[in-house]
């Protein structure tokens, strides 16, 4: 499975790289906004400054929402570096600038997918990746997983060649629940992935093996 970080921060991407498990990146607007950065050429530089650090894809999402639009953006985004991979709504004109995309040899993330009938409609567009939010499924008490577990089901039905991109992780136990279901990706804030690494028993049984060499070696 591979681990992308859901953020646009530059010192988490850094941290996360550092620690060696890093696949990939995904942002969205409210990412971008969140880091102050704001302005064409500010965000084009920010996805160029995003590329340097990771060795895989970095998800960059269009604000346009007609197809003219995502197509004309999708391009600058894409030309930026070949770790680009644009990121577009689950609409009508969405799929259609997916299924463009595809056909050009320009990588896609089709988001805000929160059904299977979405994610069947992203594959059959050529999406690189389909993001289903998991967590803000679960936010509205319904089950994240289960949609996960749904598509995994239909991409191994017909070998969709779409990977699953789990998105919208809230905690460790998401990530470990969408290992076992297989999806194909995730996409995590670094806390949830630090989570993974965290336990209280190694915490006391390394501090036993060290107070026990001291003793030892009086
Ligand atoms: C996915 O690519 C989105 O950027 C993200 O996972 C959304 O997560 P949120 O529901 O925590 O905003």
Not at 9 to 15: C, D, S
Not at 19 to 37: C, F, Q, R, W, Y
Not at 44 to 61: F, P, Q, R, T, W
Not at 133 to 150: A, P, Q, W
């Amino acid at each position: 499975m591979k681990f992308f970080i859901d953020t646009a921060n530059l010192n988490e991407i850094k941290e996360a790289h550092d620690l060696g498990v890093l696949d990939g990146v995904t942002t969205n607007p409210s990412l971008m906004a969140k880091e102050g950065i704001t302005g064409k050429k500010n965000i084009l530089n920010h996805y160029l400054e995003i590329c340097k650090i990771v060795d895989g894809d970095v998800s960059a999402e269009v604000i346009s929402t007609d197809f003219d639009g995502m197509v004309k953006e999708g391009k600058e985004l894409a030309k930026l570096d070949d770790k680009i991979t644009v990121k577009i709504p689950m609409t009508k004109d969405g799929v259609k600038a997916c299924k463009y995309f595809s056909s050009n040899g320009i990588k896609t993330n089709v988001t805000l997918v929160f059904s299977a009938g979405q994610a069947l409609i992203a594959a059959k567009a050529g999406a690189k990746y389909v993001s289903p939010f998991l967590g803000r499924l679960d936010d509205i008490s319904t089950d994240g997983l289960n949609l996960i577990e749904e598509i995994r089901i239909i991409y191994d039905n017909y070998l969709f060649d779409t990977n699953i991109l789990a998105a919208s992780i809230r905690h460790p136990m998401h990530i470990i629940n969408c290992a076992k279901i297989g999806a194909d990706v995730i996409t995590s804030p670094l806390s949830s992935i630090m989570g993974l690494i965290k336990h209280p028993l190694t915490d006391i049984g390394l501090e036993k093996f060290l107070s026990d060499y001291k003793k030892g070696n009086k």
